[in-house]
């Protein structure tokens, strides 16, 4: 794997060697300059617009590159590495399709604040207007979601302009910058020579809070009795995960978890109540709903956290708002106390100066609350179900692993039932919602985390949409363990159809599905089949003692649902507890 890959240079060396003045193609600048950034795996597909780039990667032992099946399993897996390790993610595709092919990856990472450079390739300049053939706009394809794009022009400009292309993409609110290189660009030659700093006109996000609305909001916090944090995702790529712990512990203040937001406080802490929202848990959403003061850091009030909005934290004198994107704030809810500014730097403060709120018998409100409605469902001995399943593998792994997910049901019961303890071990799509993105997104974060446990948790419909990026697990012996939760219809979807259509179900069968255990193994993939709970304790353990990849097929009972539930335009306040009403 490219993280395991000895350099043959030492770091000083290499960067030496890299440095050198050399007139050189654009193509060899672009792996230079990527090199110099610290990449260490880059995800791609090759194609007519970037065979100067690939040409220059044949021979080049320092460049480590995984080819995968298809453009979109590239991006998601560059998202998966750059959300498991907090670095930046990179993926290259030639123009056109390639490019075009990528679009719902760079939509993922642009919704969730997930930085990638993007590189593409496209026609010669001269031809640039004249419908050639594989041309697409992709700069003005791609401009509503990502963080910055570039058209390089000039030869001359590439080393600048990835040098700034990373800063962009992994300062201030995190996410995709796109780099679109013409192929006689990555042709042309020019001596080499990479900027020591970015300067960009305009460009400075705002990272050190005033110190006036910090103290606003601890004062807050002094007077509130019962106060309410909810955490997002915001603490996890800020690395404040430590800061916040201390914060919390500080001034006694209950705290829920958004599903980008789940690991970045340790699920073991008394003062954890789960995750809120449409599927969150019943003490979390009550003590949003009844808190005095709320207060969210790093989370961006999204509307399946919210849902109906005029009905949101009713009781809520005073909200709080700490975020490093000024835009969010008082976007969706209005905020009283906003706090613009990287959300480590702002707990940092905030916690010199941090006091006890009068939370004393809120606290222990919640505490029996959690004891009288906690997550659970109607467990079966002749049926498999997923929640045992989600439940079986935290258990095993002790929360200790590294979990992607897809999106639907399986998605929302991974959340639910994995006991996350560390930041940047859930890897899911949360703004777009992406199906297909599960599977190659692991196979980015075993890249960037080689020693370490990842497993993918899937649905049987999404599992489809990637499944080619077996292919590349076998060839390069990725261990990552894929966990099928099959109930061979489009989970979410025939819920929401059950609940608020009154039971008329369109186009949701999945018959016709692979048998996935053959599908592995035709990959040269080992596969593995449960059916009940024998088997499935059987099955997992047999694929935690594989040193390779494992395909797990779980079948599930098909009807089950995801509760607690709040359906759209409902308030927190009406959650449908299901089993447990």
């Known amino acids: 794997m490219c993280a395991q890959m000895e350099a043959t240079l030492s770091k000083e060396q290499l960067r030496h060697k ?41 021979g080049n032992p320092d460049f480590k590159h995984l080819l995968t099946r298809h453009e979109q399993g590239a991006i998601h897996a560059a998202d998966g590495y750059a959300r498991s390790t907090g670095k930046v993610g990179v993926c290259i595709a030639t123009s056109g399709p390639g490019a075009t092919n990528l679009v719902t990856g760079i939509a993922t990472a642009y919704m969730d604040s997930v930085p990638l450079v993007v590189i593409t390739g496209n026609v010669a300049t001269s031809a640039i207007g004249t419908d050639a053939f594989q041309e697409a706009d992709i700069t003005g394809i791609t401009m509503p979601i990502t963080k910055h794009s570039y058209l390089v022009r000039k030869v001359e400009d590439l080393p600048r302009i990835v040098h700034e292309a990373f800063h962009i993409a992994n300062t201030g609110r995190k996410g995709p910058v796109l780099i679109d290189i013409p192929k006689d660009v990555s042709a042309h030659k020019t001596k080499f020579v990479y900027p020591d700093s970015v300067n960009i006109r305009g460009y400075n996000p705002t990272v050190q809070p005033n110190k006036l609305q910090i103290d606003k909001l601890l004062q807050a916090i002094e007077e509130a009795e019962r106060p309410v944090i909810i955490a997002g995702g915001g603490v996890v790529y800020a690395n404040a995960a430590p800061e916040l712990v201390e914060f919390v512990n500080k001034t006694h203040i209950p705290i829920t978890t958004t599903l980008l ?50 009905g949101f934290a009713p009781n809520a004198k005073t909200i709080a708002h700490i975020d490093v994107d000024p835009a969010e704030i008082g976007k969706n809810v209005k905020t009283d106390i906003p706090v613009v500014g990287d959300v480590k730097a702002v707990l940092q403060l905030a916690n010199l100066k941090a006091k006890p ?57 991974a959340a639910q039932f994995y006991k996350f303890q560390h930041p940047r071990s859930l890897i899911s799509s949360g703004g777009l919602g992406t199906m297909g993105f599960g599977f190659p997104s692991a196979i980015g974060a075993q890249m ?27 060839i390069n012996n990725i261990p990552v363990k894929v966990v099928i939760i099959n109930n061979q219809v489009l989970g979410m979807v025939r819920q929401w ?23 592995a193994e035709a990959y040269g993939v080992k596969g593995l089949r449960a059916t ?34 709040v359906t759209q335009g409902s308030t927190l306040s009406q959650m449908l507890l299901g089993d447990s009403e």
């Open 532 to 565: 009940n709970k024998e088997e499935a304790r059987k099955a997992w353990q047999e694929a935690l003692e594989t040193p390779g990849p494992v395909v797990i097929d779980f079948v599930v009972r098909k009807g089950e649902n995801v509760y607690p539930m």
């Open 261 to 310: 937001g789940l690991g970045g406080f340790p699920s073991a802490h008394e003062l954890w109540m789960g995750m809120p929202g449409m599927h969150g848990t019943y003490t979390a959403n009550h003590a949003i709903q009844n808190a005095d003061l709320l207060i969210s850091i790093g989370s961006r009030f999204d509307d399946r956290v919210t849902m109906k909005l005029d």
């Open 448 to 474: 960037g985390n080689p020693d370490k446990l990842v497993v993918s948790i899937n649905g049987d419909g999404g599992m489809q949409m990637c499944a080619q990026e077996l292919a590349i697990c076998a």
């Open 357 to 413: 709120a009068r939370s004393k018998e809120w606290i222990a409100e919640i505490a029996l609350l959690k004891t009288q409605f906690p997550l659970k469902y109607s467990d079966s001995d002749e049926e498999l179900k997923p929640q045992f399943v989600i439940e079986m593998i935290s258990e095993t792994t002790k929360g200790e692993a590294i979990v992607t997910t897809d999106v639907g049901q399986h998605q929302m019961w």
């Open 497 to 519: 159809q059950e609940i608020i259509y009154d039971n008329r179900y369109s186009h949701i069968d999945l018959a016709g599905s692979p048998d996935f255990v053959k599908l």
């Open 18 to 58: 890299l440095l050198q003045p050399d007139v050189i193609s654009g193509s060899e600048i672009l792996l230079r300059s990527l090199l110099l950034e610290g990449v260490d795996c880059v995800f791609g597909y090759p194609g007519g617009a970037v065979l100067y780039i690939y040409d220059a990667m044949h």
